[in-house]
């Protein structure tokens, strides 16, 4: 019911910004709470962001709060990842990702995902 599309990754020095883009398909993606994960090279996914259904209510991961913001247009399918101050430690793939269900209040771990995109790489230097 739900497909998702990052784009935005790419290769940029500590301290640069960038935004993710998730775009999604399906009547019912204003339903879903949506969030970011991320998978660094040789570790285990893990939770970055979320934002819930209405966009009233979002969470982050104690490592990216003050850097990164999450934000969704419900209107046009997409949610983003605003990334400011990056770290090489934020060096990962990224990915979007849907609750299992409409209206979810939570989507801090793998195990709440029910649909996932295809990840963009983000590379940090220095």
């Known amino acids: 019911q739900v497909q998702l599309v990052e784009s935005g990754g790419g290769l940029v020095q500590a301290g640069d910004s960038l935004r993710l883009s998730c775009a999604a398909s399906?009547?019912?993606?204003?339903?879903?709470?949506m969030g970011w994960f991320r998978q660094p090279p040789g570790k285990e996914r893990e939770f970055v962001a979320a934002?819930?259904?209405?966009?009233?209510?979002?969470d982050y991961a104690d490592s990216v709060k003050g850097r990164f913001a999450i934000s969704r247009d419900n209107t046009n399918n997409t949610v983003y990842l605003q990334m400011n101050n990056l770290k090489p430690e934020d060096t990962a793939v990224y990915y979007c990702?849907?609750?299992?269900?409409?209206?979810?209040?939570?989507?801090?771990?793998?195990?709440?995902?029910?649909?996932w995109g295809q990840g963009t790489q983000v590379t940090v230097s220095s």
């Open positions: 990702a849907a609750g299992r269900r409409p209206y979810s209040t939570v989507l801090m771990s793998t195990h709440l995902v029910g649909y």
């Open positions: 399906g009547r019912t993606f204003s339903t879903f709470m």
């Open positions: 934002i819930s259904w209405s966009g009233g209510n979002t």
